[in-house]
């Protein structure tokens, strides 16, 4: 008998582990699932949303990715696809302080004259390699961090606003090593932060590697979305839209799990099932099944996010530094958080010397924002791009998306909260296997790591599917 693989949910993560399910298989004799993706909108991708307006084209969710995560190499070889890595200016990245735009420079010199940070925060930074490292197992927030090591200036001022590009999320209240456990791996692995810099950088150079930060923004010609829609159209197994899963529950007799579908009511069984949708959503699924659980995710907060995408014309074009965009702390009084620099990152987003900039609202840190109707919001970023860039002109084009559950937040107790999570899971795999869980409210936010948590789940059926296999 053929065994029945359901994926709920069809963004990258889903779409990753039905790819990895069929992948897998076909490495192993003897099983041939039949894989189905249930995804509740009419279209795949979830947050990867690419909309063409005219002449224009924009990302209402994640802007492209970082290259060399294997889970995405792959997931573009599937669907034929050719990355598009951005465009050279992108590597220029602005903060604004006091007001202004100012370039965050790698060079010392450049980077201490750049006006970020006064007299009293480099010298408070520049302390850093002589301060005691960290407590491996010590769970801070990622300001109390950067304040220890770097200081309250560099906390405030460049880690802040970088968490906000991020996660759309407040840095006192995030989790550092559950939200970048790499700097943690640092800072004890080096004792500084610096020597640690200093150490990579000399290493990539001697193996003959690039000497920036690794990976390189990345898209697609037809923007982010075109990944998800090349993996459907070209996928061995079924993809259905506008199929939002209603329930799940453990059949009594036949294959262990049986969903139910909103609309008809349609049940379908499965032998094995992948969550792949986001913290709430999942949560309302597993609710009675695993109720514990449900209260976990449904605690992993996902704050609104509202993206105003504005077109230009010439004239606007020339009052932009060339680049990739700023980020605007809280404390300098614009509504936006960020502003992203399109025209400049990839090819195609808009006319001929035209401007297209797009303006983040709202997050952990300004929720209130997302009660602003269109209009508001639209007159709230045209006056933070007049006052930041100088940018009177009335736009050619506008549009405002709004995600009113955007980035889940890593807050403290995050890590605590995902074993937790697992355990349980474990736990009832142990009597009753077949049910995991893939999304990026676990290990990393990014769009490559919302893939590889995909990918993993993927893997686990299959393993889960042999085993049964071979019990039969
Ligand atoms: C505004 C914004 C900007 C971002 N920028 C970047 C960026 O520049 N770079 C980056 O790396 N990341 C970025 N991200 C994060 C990145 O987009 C996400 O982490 C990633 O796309 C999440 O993929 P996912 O598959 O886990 O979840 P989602 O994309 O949320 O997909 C989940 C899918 O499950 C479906 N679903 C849920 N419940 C059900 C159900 N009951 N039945 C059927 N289907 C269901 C949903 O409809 C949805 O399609 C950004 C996110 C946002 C919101």
């Not at 889970?71 to 598009?84: I, K, Q, S």
């Not at 408070?124 to 002589?130: G, H, K, Q, V």
């Not at 004890?188 to 020597?195: A, P």
Request: proline share 6%.
């Amino acid at each position: 008998m053929t065994a029945r693989v359901i994926i709920v949910g069809a963004g990258i993560s889903g779409l990753a582990a039905a790819w990895k399910v069929v992948d897998d298989s076909s490495e192993r004799d003897g099983i041939h699932p039949e894989v189905i993706v249930l995804e509740a909108a009419a279209e795949v991708g979830g947050k990867a949303r690419t909309l063409q307006r005219g002449p224009w084209m924009f990302e209402a969710g994640p802007t492209g990715f970082l290259s060399g995560e294997p889970a995405l190499d792959e997931l573009v070889r599937h669907a034929g696809l050719t990355a598009l890595p951005a465009k050279a200016a992108s590597a220029r990245r602005f903060l604004v302080r006091g007001g202004q735009l100012r370039e965050v420079h790698a060079k010392p010199f450049k980077f201490l004259t750049s006006g970020l940070l006064g007299p009293l925060g480099i010298l408070r930074m520049a302390l850093e390699p002589f301060l005691p490292a960290c407590e491996a197992d010590l769970e801070e927030s990622i300001y109390d961090f950067a304040r220890r090591r770097l200081g309250r200036q560099a906390a405030e001022r460049l880690v802040s606003p970088m968490v906000l590009g991020v996660f759309a999320g407040d840095a006192r209240k995030l989790s550092l090593p559950a939200a970048f456990p790499r700097m943690r791996e640092l800072e004890c692995q080096y004792k500084s932060l610096f020597r640690a810099l200093a150490r990579l950088k000399l290493a990539r150079r001697e193996s003959g590697g690039p000497a920036g930060p690794a990976g390189v923004l990345t898209s697609f010609e037809g923007g982010l979305a075109s990944l998800p829609r090349a993996l459907a159209t070209r996928a061995p197994f079924e993809v259905r839209t506008s199929a939002r899963v209603e329930s799940v529950a453990a059949a009594d007799f036949g294959a262990p799990w049986r969903l139910r579908l909103a609309g008809a009511g349609e049940a379908i069984e499965a032998d094995a099932v992948i969550l792949a949708g986001e913290a709430r959503s999942s949560a309302a699924l597993l609710e009675d099944l695993q109720p514990a659980v449900a209260a976990d995710l449904a605690g992993i907060d996902s704050p609104p996010v509202a993206v105003v995408a504005l077109g230009f014309g010439p004239q606007a074009l020339k009052k932009v530094p060339r680049g990739f965009g700023a980020l605007i702390a809280r404390s300098e009084g614009f509504r936006s958080m960020g502003v992203l620099f399109d025209s400049f990152l990839f090819p195609g987003r808009a006319p001929e010397d035209h401007l297209l900039v797009r303006c983040m609202v709202g997050g952990a840190t300004d929720p209130k924002a997302l009660e602003l109707d269109e209009e508001q919001l639209i007159g709230a970023v045209r006056e933070d791009l007049a006052r930041l860039l100088g940018l009177q002109e009335t736009p050619l084009f506008h549009e405002v998306v709004r995600w009113p559950r955007a980035i889940p937040q890593y807050e403290l107790g995050h890590l605590a909260r995902v074993a937790r999570i697992d355990a349980a899971m474990d736990a009832m795999r142990a009597t009753r296997p077949g049910l995991h869980l893939a999304g990026n409210y676990r290990h990393g936010v990014a769009f490559g790591k919302a893939a590889a948590q995909g990918r993993e789940a993927g893997k686990q059926v299959v393993r889960h599917l042999a085993a049964n296999d071979q019990r039969r």
